[in-house]
Structures are given as structure tokens and as C-alpha cells.
């Protein structure tokens, strides 16, 4: 993975193992219900209220 990342390949990465997985992306999307529900770095994810309400649980952390 890091070598893809240092020539400019990206990869999309469905799983759902959310802690592993967002130890290896710069960015991640959550899908809930259909619809992109957020869009940001990990931190940012983890961070905000909807994506740990809906999708990752109030406890949840990196």
C-alpha cells in the first residue's frame, strides 16, 4: 500500500474492519443507509457526531 501511495495510486478499500482500516488510509468514506454519509481524514471521521452515532458507536476509538 505504501508503495502505491508513493507514485500517486490510489486505492479504494471496502471493509468492514473500520479500526485496521483506518490505520492505513488517508481518507475514508462512511456509507449509511445509500447515502455518503462523511468524508474526511480518520481523525475527522472518528471526530464527528453522525458517523459515531450512526455508524461506529459512541465508545469507539483509534
Known sequence: MKQLKTRGIGVLITDHNVRETL????RACIIYDGQVLFTGSPTELVANADVRRLYLGENFSL
Open 23 to 26: 490505520e492505513i488510509v488517508d
